[in-house]
């Protein structure tokens, strides 16, 4: 008697499931598909370019490339020259410093 109850309790539970699956799986196709036609009109959009020269100066690729990242952007030196002035700039240091120390 109850494994014949816990059957159609299983079963029931099953059939809950299968419409609530069905049921998002429909919600989602739809979601999916409006979100590919949502989509497709921003690719068709056009924008104004991030970058206006107002000066007479052209600028080179790279120049608008480096502009185009903003302004939180970093443009740090190459390694190498970095610390070649850095040990530079550290034996001037200590030289100027007083002997008695």
């Known amino acids: 008697m109850w494994q014949h109850m816990h059957m159609i309790i299983d079963q029931q539970l099953q059939d809950i499931m299968e419409t609530q699956y069905h049921t ?28 206006i020269n107002l000066s007479n100066t052209p600028l080179t690729k790279e120049q608008m490339d480096i502009l185009s990242l903003g302004h939180n952007c970093a443009i740090e030196k190459e390694p190498k020259n970095y610390i070649t002035e850095l040990i530079v700039d550290t034996e001037v240091a200590i030289c100027q410093l007083d002997p008695k120390m």
């Open 24 to 51: 998002l799986n429909k919600k989602l196709d739809s979601l999916s598909n409006s979100n590919s036609k949502h989509n497709n009109k921003e690719k068709t959009s056009q924008f104004q370019p991030k970058i």
